[in-house]
């Protein structure tokens, strides 16, 4: 998905500031200037955050939790979970609050 080319160059200002990208999946030189944009969006978003005081938590969907004697990912969890399975997820988030 990150290889098409609409992420890969992102939109126009991504060149704009970061110059052009290579081809997509070549790292090399100046990669993926779409992907850039992003982290940077990503690292303004995170800073706006802690300076207003709040906590910004990310969530990956491809992150894994032990529950049931097996590793799932979060995204099949989150999507339609069994009631043991709410208190886990419930638990698992107020530990990443803090």
């Keep these: 998905?990150?290889?098409?080319?609409?992420?890969?160059?992102?939109?126009?200002?991504?060149?704009n500031v970061f110059?052009?990208?290579?081809?997509s999946g070549d790292f090399s030189g100046n990669g993926a200037t779409g992907w850039?944009?992003?982290a940077y969006n990503d690292a303004?978003?995170?800073l706006q955050t802690r300076l207003h005081g709040?906590?910004?938590i990310r969530l990956c969907p491809y992150e894994t939790i032990m529950t049931g004697g097996s590793l799932k990912r979060l995204?099949?969890?989150l999507?339609?979970?069994?009631?043991?399975q709410r208190s886990m997820l419930y638990n698992w988030l107020m530990r990443k609050v803090g």
């Design 1 to 15: 998905m990150g290889l098409q080319q609409r992420i890969w160059n992102g939109p126009p200002v991504a060149k």
């Design 19 to 23: 110059g052009p990208a290579e081809e």
């Design 36 to 38: 850039k944009l992003l």
């Design 44 to 46: 303004q978003y995170d």
């Design 54 to 56: 709040y906590k910004l």
């Design 75 to 77: 995204d099949h969890l």
């Design 79 to 84: 999507i339609n979970p069994k009631e043991d």
